[in-house]
């Protein structure tokens, strides 16, 4: 056996790495296994919800509840902007996902100010 990479989902052994996600075909479901710090890791409840209260995983793809300013930029994210394929980090300040907003860049935001798409 190798290090015996899941599906943290359906527990599928027919997943793929594509990058530096893996993909499950089975579900459909992605994720990056660094993230959530290496095999075996999914057992760890993080614990991140979003503002209805809904648990939040890696990939997920969710939608920006008010307007954000980006730190330390006058850009500003609007409120309803989808953002697709999140990042649970463990971010000190409480920005706890990681993502990538198109015409912004990557950026971390608190898990309070998304829904669950
Ligand atoms: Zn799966």
Redesign the pocket.
Known sequence: MDDGLK?P??N?EHVYQDGMLWI?P??A?EWNPQAEGGAGADAADQGVRDANGNALSDGDAVTVIKDLKVKGSSLVVKGGTKVKNIRLVDGADGHNIACKIDGIGAMNLKSEFVKKA
Request: aromatic share 0%.
């Open positions: 599906c989902k359906c599928s499950c089975e579900c479901h």
